[in-house]
C-alpha cells in the first residue's frame, strides 16, 4: 500500500496536470499515434493494404470512364488514407486524384444544373424549348389532350 502512494505522488512530482483517465505514458511526438493502422473506415474487417491498393487504383481509372461516383467512393471507403496526410503513400496518390477529381465533377455538375434552373428561358431565348425535356412527349403527340 505504501509502495503505490509513494509511486502515485513520484507520478504527481513529474506530471502536475496528471490526466485521471490515462493509466499509461502518451508520447505526443510517436508518428505512430497519428496514423492510422487500417487504410479503410471497416478498420480490421477491411481489406490489407495490397488489396486496397488495387482497389483504389480501380476506382481511380473506373472513375474517369464517365462513373465519377466511383470517385466519391474511394474516398469515403479510404477516409483514413485521405484524413492522415503521412500514412499509406502508395494509396494517398489515387485518392486524393479521386478527391480532386470529384470536387471538379461536383462543380461541373452543379453549375451545369443551377445554369439550366436559374437562367431557364430567360437565359437561353427561343432554344430553350428544343433543350428541355418535360414537352417531349407533347411533341411525339402521346398526349391524349392535345
Given at each position: 500500500?505504501?509502495?503505490?502512494?509513494?509511486?502515485?505522488?513520484?507520478?504527481?512530482?513529474?506530471?502536475?496536470?496528471?490526466?485521471?483517465?490515462?493509466?499509461?505514458?502518451?508520447?505526443?511526438?510517436?508518428?505512430?499515434?497519428?496514423?492510422?493502422?487500417?487504410?479503410?473506415?471497416?478498420?480490421?474487417?477491411?481489406?490489407?493494404?495490397?488489396?486496397?491498393?488495387?482497389?483504389?487504383?480501380?476506382?481511380?481509372?473506373?472513375?474517369?470512364?464517365?462513373?465519377?461516383?466511383?470517385?466519391?467512393?474511394?474516398?469515403?471507403?479510404?477516409?483514413?488514407?485521405?484524413?492522415?496526410?503521412r500514412s499509406f503513400p502508395r494509396?494517398?496518390?489515387?485518392?486524393?486524384?479521386?478527391?480532386?477529381?470529384?470536387?471538379?465533377?461536383?462543380?461541373?455538375?452543379?453549375?451545369?444544373?443551377?445554369?439550366?434552373?436559374?437562367?431557364?428561358e430567360h437565359l437561353f431565348g427561343s432554344t430553350w424549348d428544343q433543350?428541355?425535356?418535360?414537352?417531349?412527349?407533347?411533341?411525339?403527340?402521346?398526349?391524349?389532350?392535345?
Amino acid at each position: 500500500m505504501e509502495a503505490s502512494q509513494s509511486q502515485a505522488s513520484a507520478n504527481a512530482a513529474l506530471n502536475p496536470h496528471p490526466n485521471p483517465n490515462s493509466n499509461y505514458t502518451n508520447n505526443s511526438n510517436s508518428i505512430l499515434s497519428s496514423t492510422p493502422v487500417w487504410p479503410t473506415i471497416d478498420g480490421p474487417l477491411g481489406l490489407s493494404e495490397e488489396e486496397s491498393l488495387a482497389y483504389a487504383r480501380r476506382f481511380y481509372k473506373f472513375g474517369y470512364a464517365l462513373l465519377p461516383f466511383l470517385w466519391a467512393i474511394n474516398c469515403f471507403y479510404f477516409w483514413p488514407v485521405l484524413r492522415h496526410s503521412r500514412s499509406f503513400p502508395r494509396l494517398r496518390p489515387y485518392v486524393v486524384s479521386s478527391a480532386i477529381g470529384f470536387s471538379v465533377f461536383s462543380v461541373i455538375l452543379s453549375s451545369w444544373a443551377l445554369t439550366f434552373a436559374i437562367g431557364g428561358e430567360h437565359l437561353f431565348g427561343s432554344t430553350w424549348d428544343q433543350l428541355v425535356m418535360y414537352n417531349v412527349a407533347d411533341r411525339l403527340g402521346l398526349t391524349g389532350w392535345s
